[in-house]
């Protein structure tokens, strides 16, 4: 699904920034070479982050 239609990023981009260890909307757009346009895709890249960041902190709990 497109995250953000003025650069064109999927939610598959933003799983990878993330992966990649970006923790901010900001670290994302790092990641994926973008700058913010419009900004209506912020809030759900937020929720991304937000969600992934949650799954990937515990995995690590349960594997530590």
Wanted: negative net charge.
């Amino acid at each position: 699904m497109y995250v953000c239609l003025c650069n064109g990023f999927t939610d598959r981009c933003v799983d990878r920034a993330i992966d990649s260890g970006a923790r901010t909307v900001g670290q994302v757009y790092q990641n994926v070479g973008c700058r913010p346009q419009c900004g209506t895709c912020m809030n759900t890249i937020r929720e991304q982050l937000a969600a992934r960041t949650s799954e990937v902190e515990l995995s690590v709990t349960d594997a530590g």
